[in-house]
């Protein structure tokens, strides 16, 4: 089982930022693609963004422009910047590592947005 480690997620007031770090194990970081999905209570987990191993990124509508993936492959971490954040941003995060058959997802990491 591979795991991935989550940080960085808690409570912010709308318009503010917050940056989710995953560490993923070094044998598969460089292969695999990470990306960040969110579910919010009562709704299904979604995509929030993608990034594979050559640097290039996918992102769900609603957050481009907002949040930026990015990942540091000497670290074997991928980054969730997000900025610009409202309410309905609120939800738990989820760190995934994807390829072909394999799939695996961290613990979550709760992001809530409120005044």
């Known amino acids: 089982q591979v795991q991935l480690v989550e940080s960085g997620g808690g409570l912010v007031q709308p318009g503010g930022s917050l940056r989710l770090s995953c560490a993923a194990p070094g044998n598969i970081f460089s292969f695999y693609t990470m990306g960040w999905y969110r579910q919010a209570p009562g709704k299904q987990r979604e995509l929030v963004a993608a990034i594979i191993s050559t640097g290039s990124t996918n992102y769900a509508d609603s957050m481009k422009g907002r949040f930026t993936i990015s990942r540091d492959n000497a670290k074997n971490t991928v980054y969730l910047q997000m900025n610009s954040l409202k309410p309905e941003d609120t939800a738990v995060y989820y760190c995934?590592?994807?390829?072909?058959?394999?799939?695996?997802w961290g613990q979550g990491t709760q992001v809530t947005v409120s005044s």
């Open positions: 995934n590592a994807k390829r072909g058959r394999y799939d695996f």
